[in-house]
């Protein structure tokens, strides 16, 4: 009798712990809202070397510079897709107005834009360089 108490008891804190564990974890942050891009100066400088020669012919990152052909790209992260004042994007991203470029969104649309949003009116293929990746990441979230 007394074994059956104690498996009954180990088992029952055992219970607990997963039980309290389990609560826990409903209450911290989503992983898409962790932060992921670590800030390393020599990281974003090489992230905007990425930008002049991979984006910097149809964006800024000033946002008080007149539009090119897309939008500027300054506080990027945290902003929902499509909405820049003063840039008229076209119609069919209402589509997407849903999508907010948090850094887990972000870094999908760096490495393979068209399977976000197909036929995408940007000539931009995507990152194919990890490396290339994560500086430019830097570069948006923490570059001026």
Known sequence: MRNVVIRSSFFGVLLMAFAVVGCQSVTTTPVNELPTVRFD???IERGAKVFK???AACHSMD????????????NVIGRPLGQVDGYAFPEYLNDYAHIVWDEATLAQ??????QMIPDMCMPYIGLSKEADREALMAYLKYGK
């Open 63 to 74: 946002p008080d510079k007149s539009q090119f052909f897309g939008p500027h790209l300054a």
């Open 41 to 43: 100066p020599e990281l």
């Open 109 to 114: 649309w760096i490495e393979t834009p068209q």
């Open 53 to 55: 020669y991979r984006c």
